[in-house]
């Protein structure tokens, strides 16, 4: 187990628990749910359970309030046993940020503590099928009338959109204006005009679904704004730069498991007389994917305890734990895939899962390339 002395006892403590969840409740299920789709729910309960739902929640809202590297050791444990559970527990986090940063008082009371407690699950919808990196560019519009919003158009990309029970959508109130006309709703199932669509037919995480969003003269109450109206931007962007380094974390968690696989195959599988571990070539491999993880880990941690400074302006830091860690998993699960030669590209071992999971790291909650314009816009300023 690595010595992460800056860790508290707090910290370790999570961290172990999530293990031991992790490991005995969701890593044998995972192979299952990668096969068939199925939704994680009992893995979510056994997770809710030790009350691993609330961490980045405050103890008036039901939380825990134990903090964005809390949160982040746990989501690498649970991404190490099964990606597709950790997708819909790393989305708890991303769809509960809107209303801790945004909500009124009676929103934060009717909606928090049911998430931190898993009654509900929570969903954050930004994409659409012609805005996903240009996130300005929303067109799924609400247009007010006394005290509603007539909602039209449609959301896509949205995780856990099919089983939750609060979905953060932004929408456009004047589309004209960009950023500054983007305002984001809470939106229950069973709302009229609102419906579902069928899920994702996806490369991996196969498990946790992903939906388009359709709304035909929905009304939503005012009520459930959150913020003003074209307040919505900043809302988005904001939890996309505290949510950044969980999606680091997963992608550690899926790094780590990876080369846990390549180094138990590498001491087990013999050739030319001797375990291919004792061959240089390999060696040099599993040291590359060691340092990866690695390096990815301390970058994701760096990101997290800046917020838990309380530190306001995270963005390059969290992009740099969710762009190295996402390309160093993808990496490390390519090269496990290699290490296990002919088996590792059978479903008879893990590794293939971990490559097609390491995948969406790359791509969700901002792709790398966005990540590097966030990144050179800190470096260069607007030029
Ligand atoms: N926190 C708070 N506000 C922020 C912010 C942050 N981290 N980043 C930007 N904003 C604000 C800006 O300050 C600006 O407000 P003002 O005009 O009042 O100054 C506003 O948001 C617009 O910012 P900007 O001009 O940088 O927006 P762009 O349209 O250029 O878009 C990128 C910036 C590309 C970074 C943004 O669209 C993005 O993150 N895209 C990827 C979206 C994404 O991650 N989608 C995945 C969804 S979840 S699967």
């Given at each position: 187990m690595q010595n992460l002395f800056y860790l508290t006892d707090e910290q370790r403590a999570i961290r172990d628990l999530a293990r031991d969840v992790a490991r005995e409740r969701i890593a044998p299920r995972a192979a299952h749910v990668d096969e068939t789709g199925e939704y994680p729910q009992?893995?979510?309960?056994a997770l809710a359970k030790q009350g691993l739902m609330g961490l980045h929640i405050p103890e008036e809202y039901g939380g825990s309030a134990a903090?964005?590297?809390?949160?982040?050791?746990?989501a690498e444990e649970v991404a190490w046993a099964c990606a597709s559970t950790s997708t819909i527990f790393l989305v708890q986090n991303l769809g509960g940020y809107p209303i801790l940063f945004a909500g009124t008082e009676e929103q934060k009371r009717h909606y928090l503590p049911r998430i931190?407690?898993?009654?509900?699950t929570a969903a954050f919808s930004l994409s659409e099928s012609g805005s996903g990196s240009d996130a300005a560019a929303v067109s799924c519009t609400a247009v007010r009338k006394g005290d509603r919003y007539?909602?039209?158009g449609s959301k896509m990309w949205v995780t856990n959109g099919s089983h939750a029970g609060v979905i953060t959508v932004f929408v456009t109130t004047d589309r004209a204006k960009?950023?500054?006309?983007?305002?984001?709703l809470l939106v229950e199932p069973g709302l009229k005009g609102f419906s579902v669509g069928k899920p994702e037919r996806k490369l991996g995480i196969h498990g946790s679904p992903t939906v388009a969003l359709h709304f035909t003269d929905c009304e939503v109450p005012v009520a459930?704004?959150?913020g003003d109206e074209g307040q919505g931007f900043p809302v988005a962007m904001r939890t996309l730069q505290q949510s950044r380094p969980t999606i680091g974390a997963q992608a550690v968690g899926i790094g780590q498991a990876a080369l846990d696989a390549a180094v138990s195959y590498a001491r087990e599988r013999r050739a030319f007389d001797q375990p291919i571990g004792a061959f240089q070539g390999i060696q040099f491999m599993l040291a590359d994917m060691a340092i990866a993880v690695h390096a990815s880990r301390l970058t994701v941690h760096y990101a997290a305890g800046l917020i838990d400074r309380g530190e306001t302006q995270t963005a390059m830091e969290s992009s740099f734990a969710k762009c190295l860690a996402s390309d160093s998993a993808m990496k490390v699960a390519t090269d496990a895939v290699q290490v296990l030669g002919g088996y590792g590209y059978t479903r008879e071992f893990p590794?293939?899962?971990f490559m097609r999971d390491a995948k969406i790291t790359q791509i969700y909650e901002g792709t790398n390339q966005i990540q590097r314009l966030v990144i050179a816009q800190h470096l260069l300023g607007k030029l």
């Open positions: 009992e893995q979510l309960a903090g964005a590297l809390a949160f982040c050791l746990a931190a407690a898993g009654e509900i007539i909602v039209n960009r950023a500054k006309g983007v305002t984001a459930n704004r959150l590794v293939e899962r």
